[in-house]
């Protein structure tokens, strides 16, 4: 027997759509969305934590190098070989190049000719470099490639002479000797002095001629003398610093020079290697602008060949709490005399809040007087200083026990900071002490000021009294 199949479908009951989970999550998407909104319209207030420390300044200069220079000249025609790098130390005699007719080879007699194959029919003049001075090339193939730097094209000249100069120089060991006695038409040093191949015009260049535009390298030109293979009589070959003492010149603004003025020394640091040295300081006035001469006694063979050197000027600052020129607020307050601040006068310590009295007249004519109590932000020699919010201009304050009376009007201006420590912007009073482009050092420890560790407003523009502060 077949039994009836069951065709009826019974549909499930489906519950509401809006359920608690569904409002639950409603909800926090709309408060992510509100939260959204407000931190991209609201301007975010950055915090910055003070430090205490010394400013670093930026005391850096390119300084013009002064030294004494003999410039040597060529006393005939010919073409020019040179025997020794630029840098190195000529004696009295010294060959450091010759003027000769013929080609460099002929400068040097006599010649170590070595003989060819039966099938060669000339002499070759040959050289060999012992290991020093492979040594030497290597070392100065490295220095180099290190330094090279491609807006110094000049280098790649200066390198070149270089070669030559160590080239020949190891041929004159090996044929001439060490006084260059076989060199023909050899220019010999008529003194004592540190060898450069180049010339600019400043070697007569005394401290005290010197002018502004001394200092304008896009003026500045160097004639390197090594490029001129063949020379007339009376052109320069090369020139000799024959004193170690020499002057390093900067350009000072007139605020730095009023710094130096009392100083007879200063401390320095050479960029190039960061040494350090101490150098005497005279500082002297050229038109509207000042010059800061530093003389030196030692270094000068480091940077003969140089005419500006960088350096820096290592000042003894003073020390205190360091803070961002960004977070500096200027802000206005009204003066009170103190004999119209009523306080507890026996504490030694000056008040936070001082309490003032203010005559009232009500609708019926009747005087009466209301104490009012606010926040004091800097105390004067002869009173204090309040938020101009507590008051208006024109507000009588009357003094205790007394009918005498002192209208609210003088202001006074002062420089601050705005503390975020709380969670809401309290303006403190700073006194800077030293300054340069982007912060200044503030003093330590006063009443209304700032202490280490404090948190501030990294910029004063973004941020009012009693602002609710969220930083970052």
């Given at each position: 027997?077949?039994?009836?199949k069951?065709?009826k479908?019974?549909?499930?009951r489906?519950?509401?759509?809006l359920n608690?989970?569904t409002v639950l999550f409603g909800?926090?998407f709309?408060?992510?969305?509100?939260?959204?909104v407000?931190?991209v319209?609201t301007?975010?207030?950055?915090?910055?934590e003070v430090?205490?420390?010394?400013?670093a300044?930026?005391?850096?200069?390119n300084a013009?190098a002064?030294?004494?220079?003999?410039?040597v000249t060529?006393?005939h025609?010919g073409s020019?070989?040179?025997?020794?790098?630029?840098g190195?130390?000529a004696?009295?005699?010294t060959?450091?190049?010759s003027?000769n007719?013929?080609?460099l080879?002929?400068s040097?007699?006599?010649?170590?000719?070595s003989?060819?194959?039966e099938?060669?029919?000339?002499?070759?003049?040959t050289?060999t470099l012992d290991?020093?001075?492979?040594?030497?090339?290597?070392?100065?193939m490295e220095?180099?490639?290190?330094g090279?730097q491609?807006?110094?094209?000049?280098?790649?000249y200066?390198f070149?002479?270089d070669?030559?100069?160590?080239?020949l120089?190891a041929?004159?060991?090996e044929?001439?000797?060490t006084?260059?006695s076989s060199?023909v038409?050899?220019?010999?040093?008529?003194?004592?002095?540190?060898v450069?191949?180049?010339?600019?015009?400043f070697?007569?260049?005394?401290?005290?001629?010197?002018?502004?535009?001394?200092f304008e390298?896009?003026?500045y030109?160097k004639?390197?003398?090594r490029?001129n293979k063949?020379?007339?009589?009376?052109?320069?070959i090369?020139k000799?610093?024959?004193?170690e003492n020499?002057y390093l010149?900067?350009?000072?603004?007139q605020k730095?020079a009023?710094?130096?003025?009392?100083n007879n020394?200063v401390?320095f640091?050479?960029?190039?290697d960061?040494?350090?040295f101490?150098?005497g300081?005279?500082?002297q006035?050229?038109g509207n602008?000042?010059?800061?001469?530093?003389s030196?006694?030692?270094?000068?063979?480091?940077?003969a060949?140089?005419?500006y050197?960088?350096?820096?000027?290592?000042?003894?600052?003073?020390?205190?709490?360091?803070?961002?020129n960004?977070?500096?607020?200027?802000?206005?307050?009204y003066?009170?005399?103190?004999e119209?601040?009523?306080?507890d006068?026996?504490?030694?310590?000056t008040?936070?809040?001082i309490?003032?009295?203010?005559p009232?007249?009500?609708?019926?004519?009747?005087?009466s007087v209301?104490?009012?109590t606010?926040t004091v932000?800097?105390?004067?020699?002869?009173?204090f200083?309040?938020?101009c919010s507590?008051f208006q201009k024109?507000d009588?304050?009357?003094k205790?026990n007394?009918?005498?009376?002192?209208t609210?009007?003088?202001?006074e201006?002062i420089s601050g900071v705005y503390?975020i420590?709380?969670g809401?912007a309290?303006?403190?009073e700073?006194t800077?002490?030293?300054?340069?482009?982007e912060?200044c050092i503030?003093e330590?420890?006063?009443?209304?000021?700032?202490?280490q560790?404090?948190?501030?407003?990294?910029?004063?523009?973004?941020?009012n009294d009693?602002d609710i502060?969220?930083?970052?």
């Amino acid at each position: 027997m077949n039994r009836k199949k069951n065709n009826k479908i019974v549909k499930y009951r489906n519950g509401p759509v809006l359920n608690i989970g569904t409002v639950l999550f409603g909800v926090i998407f709309v408060y992510m969305i509100i939260c959204l909104v407000m931190y991209v319209t609201t301007d975010h207030i950055t915090a910055y934590e003070v430090t205490a420390g010394p400013l670093a300044g930026n005391y850096r200069y390119n300084a013009l190098a002064l030294r004494t220079e003999t410039i040597v000249t060529a006393d005939h025609a010919g073409s020019v070989s040179y025997y020794v790098r630029e840098g190195s130390k000529a004696g009295s005699g010294t060959a450091v190049c010759s003027v000769n007719e013929g080609s460099l080879s002929a400068s040097l007699v006599p010649e170590k000719v070595s003989v060819g194959s039966e099938k060669d029919t000339t002499a070759v003049q040959t050289s060999t470099l012992d290991e020093d001075s492979l040594k030497i090339l290597k070392e100065e193939m490295e220095s180099f490639s290190l330094g090279f730097q491609q807006e110094n094209f000049q280098a790649v000249y200066n390198f070149k002479g270089d070669l030559e100069s160590t080239l020949l120089e190891a041929g004159i060991s090996e044929t001439a000797g060490t006084d260059g006695s076989s060199i023909v038409n050899a220019c010999t040093a008529p003194t004592e002095g540190i060898v450069v191949f180049s010339t600019d015009g400043f070697e007569s260049k005394l401290p005290e001629s010197l002018t502004a535009s001394d200092f304008e390298q896009k003026n500045y030109e160097k004639k390197n003398l090594r490029m001129n293979k063949n020379v007339k009589s009376g052109d320069p070959i090369y020139k000799l610093v024959t004193e170690e003492n020499w002057y390093l010149c900067i350009l000072l603004d007139q605020k730095m020079a009023t710094e130096l003025a009392a100083n007879n020394s200063v401390k320095f640091r050479f960029l190039k290697d960061d040494t350090i040295f101490y150098a005497g300081l005279q500082i002297q006035k050229v038109g509207n602008s000042y010059i800061g001469i530093l003389s030196m006694d030692k270094c000068m063979s480091l940077y003969a060949s140089e005419r500006y050197v960088d350096i820096e000027l290592v000042l003894n600052r003073k020390t205190g709490l360091k803070i961002p020129n960004s977070a500096i607020a200027i802000k206005s307050f009204y003066k009170i005399p103190e004999e119209f601040a009523v306080y507890d006068r026996e504490t030694t310590s000056t008040p936070s809040e001082i309490s003032v009295l203010c005559p009232v007249v009500d609708k019926n004519g009747t005087e009466s007087v209301k104490t009012k109590t606010v926040t004091v932000y800097d105390k004067t020699e002869d009173g204090f200083l309040v938020d101009c919010s507590s008051f208006q201009k024109g507000d009588e304050l009357r003094k205790q026990n007394s009918q005498k009376t002192y209208t609210i009007q003088e202001t006074e201006s002062i420089s601050g900071v705005y503390n975020i420590n709380k969670g809401y912007a309290v303006f403190r009073e700073i006194t800077i002490i030293d300054e340069n482009e982007e912060y200044c050092i503030v003093e330590a420890g006063s009443t209304f000021g700032l202490a280490q560790y404090d948190h501030i407003a990294l910029n004063a523009d973004t941020v009012n009294d009693e602002d609710i502060v969220i930083h970052y």
